[in-house]
């Protein structure tokens, strides 16, 4: 498509405890679907980082997707 939006990061968080997700950190849970959504998200070429707030993060995406098989 050609459209570059300047977006190169997306900041998740917080993502509540829930009895199908998995704990990746404080307040910081997600189930195997948001996993497989942000695994896209990657691979389309953006950074994905969990955060509570833009300055306390628990680490990337690539830290965490072995949990979920990728």
Do not use: H
């Not at 910081?28 to 070429?45: F, M």
């Amino acid at each position: 498509m050609g459209f570059k939006c300047g977006i190169t990061k997306v900041i998740v968080g917080p993502c509540n405890d829930r009895d199908d997700a998995v704990k990746l950190g404080n307040n910081q849970s997600i189930t195997q679907e948001e996993a497989e959504a942000l695994e896209e998200i990657s691979k389309a070429g953006y950074q994905v980082e969990f955060s509570l707030l833009p300055d306390v993060s628990i680490g990337s995406w690539d830290k965490y997707k072995g949990k979920f098989g990728f």
